[in-house]
T-cell receptor
Framework: GAVVSQHPSWVICKSGTSVKIECRSLDFQATTMFWYRQFPKQSLMLMATSNEGSKATYEQGVEKDKFLINHASLTLSTLTVTSAHPEDSSFYIC?????????????FGPGTRLLVL | GENVEQHPSTLSVQEGDSAVIKCTYSDSASNYFPWYKQELGKGPQLIIDIRSNVGEKKDQRIAVTLNKTAKHFSLHITETQPEDSAVYFCAASYNTNAGKSTFGDGTTLTVKP
């Protein structure tokens, strides 16, 4: 159980185009999903917290007009990188929060590797 | 905010030996501490977690210990195998912080056959 999928797994695009990444919780409902960015050999950097049916909360320094997040249902959140540039090339990972007991557990997707040419 | 420090950054052990990775946290309100294993090109996978109401948790070859007073927690892997080679991340979070976790910088574990 607790499987999170991401699509696509990798994408190559031209500079100036927009790219949409989907994150789905396959066997549980996720009221909260998180989007991370990870550079090679570095830790995960939280970009935003996405709650179903409400606006995402962005971390300091993350441009909300650049990285559009939509959490339309309890099993789907999308991240759209608008007008992508080479510096946006990175590994993007989502996670979904499963509320269990008194704490919470995050389950991560397999990640999406974005290369902007 | 919370600050999590993880040591060592790299760890190399011989197959069959034990590996220990340590993390310290700064916010005494943190009450949930998961450990993740990330293989190259993949997303992190939860391998074990511990909540602040217990001091130790074990799952086969993997164990986690928590010292709330000292604000540190550790991952212990016994009888290491080459397939344990990966990057391991610790994290800390608390319920009222919208579930946001603060991650350590990661430890690259290499198990030599």
């Amino acid at each position: 159980g607790a499987v999170v999928s991401q699509h696509p797994s990798w994408v190559i695009c031209k500079s100036g185009t927009s790219v949409k990444i989907e994150c789905r919780s396959l066997d549980f409902q996720a009221t909260t999903m998180f989007w991370y960015r990870q550079f090679p050999k570095q830790s995960l950097m939280l970009m935003a917290t996405s709650n179903e049916g409400s606006k995402a909360t962005y971390e300091q320094g993350v441009e909300k007009d650049k990285f559009l997040i939509n959490h339309a249902s309890l099993t789907l959140s999308t991240l759209t990188v608008t007008s992508a540039h080479p510096e946006d090339s990175s590994f993007y990972i989502c996670s979904a929060r499963e509320l269990r007991g008194r704490g919470e557990t995050q389950y991560f997707g397999p990640g999406t590797r974005l290369l902007v040419l | 905010g919370e600050n999590v420090e993880q040591h060592p950054s790299t760890l190399s052990v011989q197959e069959g030996d034990s590996a220990v990775i340590k993390c310290t946290y700064s916010d005494s309100a943190s009450n949930y501490f998961p450990w993740y294993k990330q293989e190259l090109g993949k997303g992190p996978q939860l391998i074990i977690d511990i909540r602040s109401n217990v001091g130790e948790k074990k799952d086969q070859r993997i164990a986690v210990t928590l010292n709330k007073t000292a604000k540190h927690f550790s991952l212990h892997i016994t009888e290491t195998q080459p397939e344990d080679s990966a990057v391991y991340f610790c994290a800390a979070s608390y319920n009222t912080n919208a579930g946001k976790s603060t991650f350590g910088d990661g430890t690259t574990l290499t198990v030599k056959p």
